[in-house]
């Protein structure tokens, strides 16, 4: 339901006030980067696994055998999940709490011939980490529907919305937010730089959000 009508200055100055309260309420949440969420689908697999389903379980022990960092870190905090609730561990999870509480290195099967084959080195992939920005995003994707719900504005603006006056979006309003707080990626800026994200960038959260971040 949309709020009554007020004059638009005022009406958007409040709502980009209340975008950066908003967003900088998550900002300690965003700076816990990659081990939230490494716990955070540890816990959904655990709770998998205690029903006796292992898809996520097998899906993310393919992950890490591939080199991926975030698998390695779900599966650390899953490891810690079954000691902390004295569940049976499974025994590739044991060989990760050897593995690590020695200090050995990450090792995967070497499969030769479509047979195991001893183990080698695992690599890690290189380059971006998709998760750095995750929370962000949910910040993000949160103070859209917050301003579109309160103050009335669309989500985000089309291209034949883009009228002279200029009227906001919720999402215009979350990305002018996004440069005041000095929220942006988890690449540094160059000295100077006005930090932020821009507002097709939101836009696009906005559009592609998943059933995750729409609850």
Same mark, same amino acid.
């Given at each position: 339901?949309?709020?009554?009508?007020?004059?638009?200055?005022?009406?958007?100055?409040?709502?980009?006030?209340?975008?950066?309260? +908003?967003? =900088?309420?998550? /900002?300690?949440?965003?700076?816990?980067?990659? !081990?939230?969420? /490494?716990? +955070?689908?540890?816990?959904?697999?655990?709770?998998?696994?205690? &029903? =006796?389903?292992? /898809? =996520?379980?097998?899906?993310?022990?393919?992950? &890490?055998?591939?080199?991926?960092?975030?698998? #390695? /870190?779900?599966?650390?905090?899953?490891?810690?999940? +079954?000691?902390?609730?004295? %569940?049976?561990?499974?025994?590739?999870?044991?060989?990760?709490?050897?593995?690590?509480?020695?200090?050995?290195? $990450?090792?995967?099967?070497?499969? #030769?011939?479509?047979?195991?084959?001893?183990? #080698?080195?695992?690599?890690?992939?290189?380059?971006?980490?998709? !998760? +750095?920005?995750?929370? &962000?995003?949910?910040?993000?994707?949160?103070?859209?529907?917050?301003?579109?719900?309160?103050?009335?504005?669309?989500?985000?603006?089309?291209?034949?919305?883009?009228?002279?006056?200029?009227?906001?979006?919720?999402?215009?309003?979350?990305?002018?937010?996004? %440069?005041?707080?000095? $929220?942006?990626?988890? &690449?540094?800026? %160059?000295?100077?730089?006005?930090?932020?994200?821009?507002?097709?960038?939101?836009?696009?959260? !906005?559009?592609?959000?998943?059933?995750?971040?729409?609850?």
């Amino acid at each position: 339901m949309k709020a009554p009508p007020k004059p638009d200055r005022r009406r958007k100055k409040e709502a980009l006030e209340e975008a950066i309260a +908003h967003l =900088g309420a998550n /900002a300690g949440n965003i700076l816990s980067g990659p !081990w939230f969420i /490494a716990d +955070h689908h540890a816990r959904r697999i655990f709770d998998e696994m205690q &029903r =006796g389903e292992m /898809a =996520g379980f097998d899906k993310v022990m393919g992950d &890490r055998d591939a080199g991926d960092e975030l698998a #390695v /870190a779900i599966l650390s905090h899953l490891a810690n999940l +079954h000691i902390s609730f004295d %569940k049976p561990v499974p025994f590739a999870l044991k060989c990760l709490i050897a593995n690590r509480l020695f200090d050995f290195p $990450m090792v995967r099967p070497n499969i #030769v011939g479509g047979k195991i084959n001893g183990s #080698v080195a695992m690599k890690v992939r290189r380059g971006p980490k998709r !998760w +750095h920005n995750f929370l &962000r995003d949910r910040a993000l994707i949160s103070a859209v529907r917050y301003i579109k719900e309160k103050y009335g504005y669309d989500a985000v603006r089309v291209v034949d919305k883009r009228t002279p006056d200029g009227r906001p979006s919720a999402a215009s309003i979350v990305a002018e937010a996004s %440069k005041i707080v000095g $929220m942006s990626a988890d &690449r540094p800026g %160059k000295r100077g730089e006005k930090r932020g994200v821009d507002e097709s960038t939101v836009s696009n959260l !906005w559009n592609k959000r998943d059933d995750g971040f729409d609850r």
